[in-house]
Each structure stands twice: as C-alpha cells, then as structure tokens.
C-alpha cells in the first residue's frame, strides 16, 4: 500500500510538472575551531535541503531539523566545550539533529555551501557568560536588482541597476549597525546575478527575510511613485501583470534557465507543492512585512505611493517557499521627481529607511525565538561609526535629534566610534 501510495505522488507531481529530486542523505563532517573561538561544526549533503533550526534553554541545546533527508552514517564527534553531545536522529522523512551544549551560545543560524560533489551545512556557535538565554542574529538577505550585464530600467541619467545597489548599501548598514541585525548581500557589486540564484543564495545563507529591491520605468514621465509586491501565481493589477510578464520576456537568462537548477540545488517549486503549509504562512508573513513597509513609506514625505496597498505578481526572485519576501519598485526612473529623488542619497536613505523600520515593526508583530526581538525591547542599539554624526542618525531611523540626545544622555558630550547609543522605535 505504501508503494502504491508513493507511485501516485509520483504521477501527481509529474502531473503538475514537478520531478523528484535525488534522495539526499545527512552525515557527520567534522568540528573546528576558528580564530575566533566560535566552534565550527559541519555536516554534508548532496543537495541543498529545507531546515529548521531553533534553540532550547533547559537544558541548553541547539536543534536543527532537516527535511526529506536520510542519516548517513553514525554521528561520531568528540567532546569539545561547550558542546556535550551532538546526536541525530530519523523522523519520517527527515533526520534531527540535537547538540547538547554547556551553558548558554551565541549562534549562527545554520547555512549552506554547494561545492562541486557535496553541500556543507554549516553551524557556528561561542559561549557567551553574558547571555542567559541562546541568542542568534536576525538574517536579512538583500537583494539589489539587476546588475552587470543586466541594466534594469534605463532613466536619463541612471540605471536601475546602479539606483537598487546604492539603496541596497543603505539598507545593508543601517542593520549592520544595528544589534541583533545581520544583513547578507545577494550581490555587494555590478555583478550579474541570475533570479534563480538570488533566492537560492538567500535559503543557503539562511534568511529570515528576503528583500528584492527595483525601479520601474515608463513611456509616460507622469507615471511616478512606490509600490511593494509579494509573490502570487495572479497579478493583482495591471501593472503587476505587465511587471511579472517583463520579467519573463525581457530577461533572456531566465527563459534559459527555468526548470534547469543545478542539481545541488533546493527545488522550490517542486516544494511548494509538498509543503503547501509552510508556503501559505510564508505568503501571510510577507503580505504583513508588505504592509509595514507600505506603512512606513507613507510616513515618508518625499516618497509617493503608485499602489497605496500591497501588489501581487508571479515574480520568480519571490518565490522561496518559506522566507517572507517582498519587492519593493522605488520608484519611477522615468518621471523627473522620482528621478531626482532616487539619485541623490538623501533620497535612497529615506527609501532605505523606510525598508529598515518596516522589518523592524514586522518582527515586533512576528519576533523571531532566540533572537533580540523575542522578548519585545522597547530600544535598539546603535554602533556609532567613523564619520557619523547625531543628526545623520536621527534622519536614519526617523527620530529627532533632542531625542537621540536625551535618551542617551549626551548633553554637550561628544559621540565616538564603536559607541553604543539606544534608540527607542
């Protein structure tokens, strides 16, 4: 009965137009320490997998679930502090692993390495006398649109794909300022980067989000303003369809490389049929991440909105089954205002600051567990950097400058890199 059972899926995922990946197995690797002090722990793959990870406090351990896997192989690691044991386990069709740990870490959140003949799953964690709780950074994979051979949208004096980079800068230190933020950059130069790959790149990094920054252009110069999509098979309006529809025919890489991934890679679209859960909360999660930056954008006075709710549209660099993603067009590079607006810094900082405090008031709504955010603090903290000034800051994250002053107690004192200030928002 259960072949029988299996032999169906089989028909219905072919069906639908879906195959099914090699069958992936989990081993042990191996346990380094780096120069650092962050203990280094690997296991192997064959292809890139779905995982869950998540860490406990009594007793202290670190667990990551990974999906539709079988356990090669005992796990045979030494004792090395603060790790007790490290054990696994096959449940159905995925394999738990459990690290039983010494007092309380500092974690990374598990990510990926393809290599030519394996995948390495990779996890670092550091003890930490400080913290009473396991901790991890909050990961934001940001996405500059385009890039290298490929311009975007072409305005008078600018590229998109020059505009989406400069944003993506913005955006990317403000959250590496910020602590318990860790932003990670799908492209950090005028490189080439194929849609597939951005949201690949993004589960092999581990996000927590997925942020695909753009800006549109148009026949008519009177056409202007924002707008933030999430992913649908139906485009919400007609301009969503045009978009998703440009996307296919203008792209020549993508009509080449569609239903080709590599063989390492993760099949989202295979998934998404399988875990139909996952994905109907990962669509839920970046409708309200949508709406927090819609929100924050129209507090914006120098930003228009072209769609004042949030937009759907079959963007393929949204569909990552589990990550919330959103698309966020900044703004018309064709239309004079936009343009002028969107090449200067100060006006990408008030998009970049826009992205930063709608992730921010998301996971108020949505904290993530072991993280900063879980238990609702009231402040951020701010490292000062070389060259910052107050005033500077407050534009960052919309606040004032009496205000940074007096939370900080810095009346006639001078501020200084690696200086931390709070920052209540």
Known sequence: ??????????????????????????????????????????FT?????????????????IV???????????????????????RA???????????????????????QVKHKDR??????????????????DIIVAIDAGHGGKDPGAVGKNLLEKDVTLLIAKELERTLRDTDGYRPVMIRSGDKFVALDDRYQNARKLGADLFVSIHADAFRLSSVKGSSVYVWSEEASSITAENLSKSELTKNPDIRSKIGKL????????????IFQIANEAKINNSIVLAEKIIEQMKRDPFTSMHKPG????????????DIPSVLIESGFISNPDDAK??????????IARSIFLGIHDYFKEKPKPNTFMADGPKNIEYEIQKGDVISEIAIRFGVTINEIIQWNNLNNKSIYPGQKIKIFI
């Open 1 to 42: 009965m259960k072949k029988f059972s299996r032999s169906i899926l089989v028909i219905l995922l072919c069906f639908l137009g879906v195959t099914e990946s090699a069958e992936n197995h989990v081993a042990f690797g191996n346990i380094t320490e780096l120069e650092s002090g962050n203990l280094k722990i690997v």
């Open 45 to 61: 793959l064959e292809q890139v997998a779905l995982i869950n990870s998540y860490a406990l406090d009594d007793p202290s351990r």
């Open 64 to 86: 990551i679930d990974i999906k539709n896997v079988t356990l090669k192989g005992s796990v045979d690691a030494s004792k090395v502090s603060p790790i007790k044991l490290i």
């Open 89 to 111: 386990s096959e449940i159905n069709d995925n394999v738990r692993v459990v690290i039983d740990l010494k007092g309380s870490v500092f974690w990374k959140k598990p990510w």
């Open 119 to 136: 995948v390495d799953l990779i996890l670092e964690i550091k003890r930490d006398k400080t913290i009473t709780k396991n901790l991890r």
């Open 262 to 273: 590599d063989v390492r890679d993760f099949d989202e679209d295979a998934a998404r049929t």
């Open 310 to 321: 949030v937009e759907f549209a079959d963007f393929r660099v949204l569909k990552s089954i």
């Open 341 to 350: 607006r969107l090449e200067g810094k100060a006006g990408r900082r008030m």
